[in-house]
């Protein structure tokens, strides 16, 4: 499983010089929780990420209105990006590595095709450990069904001192 099958493609831009709470209603309007930055070039660069989080605790948290701060302002810079070919694992490893909850996703041309989020990484894994839950489910019902009644283990069952058998 790659990156480019799990990230999301709709990633949701805003203009570097639009407001805070601009970005929030866009956010909220998108039901995202972070939102690209973007530059005013033709074609538009992407220059930063601005997640919820920033918003809260660097805005609200911090006690500031934010009205004079624009998307720019706020964005973080240092961006992360991982291949589309990218493994969970690479994925995983470059978000703490970075200390971030979203990566960007880009094709080998090294355009932004997508963003990935934690939540989306751990919603993948939680999917195939259910996967593999059903397979040992399945093979436990297969042994059951292959198991002839009134046929008895091989030797005898194993008695453990342990457990107080008095058996030394």
Excluded: Y
């Excluded at 930055?37 to 660069?45: C, M, Q």
């Excluded at 992407?46 to 500031?64: E, K």
Aim: proline share 6%; aromatic share 2%.
């Amino acid at each position: 499983m790659n990156i480019a099958s799990l990230c999301r493609r709709e990633v949701v831009a805003v203009p570097a010089v639009a407001s805070l709470p601009q970005v929030a209603a866009r956010m909220s309007e998108e039901h995202v929780g972070s939102v690209v930055i973007v530059s005013g070039d033709d074609p538009p660069r992407v220059t930063g990420i601005l997640t919820d989080r920033d918003l809260a605790l660097d805005v609200v948290g911090s006690g500031q209105s934010g009205s004079n701060l624009s998307a720019g302002d706020l964005a973080r810079k240092s961006l992360v990006a991982v291949p589309g070919s990218a493994s969970v694992q690479e994925a995983t490893a470059a978000m703490e590595k970075a200390g971030v909850r979203r990566v960007l996703v880009v094709d080998e041309a090294g355009r932004v095709i997508g963003l990935v989020a934690a939540e989306d990484l751990m919603a993948a894994i939680a999917d195939e450990l259910a996967q593999l839950a059903r397979a040992l489910r399945g093979g436990i019902e297969r042994e059951k069904k292959e198991h002839k009644p009134g046929s008895t283990p091989v030797g005898p069952r194993p008695v453990f001192p342990a457990f107080g058998t008095g058996v030394k």
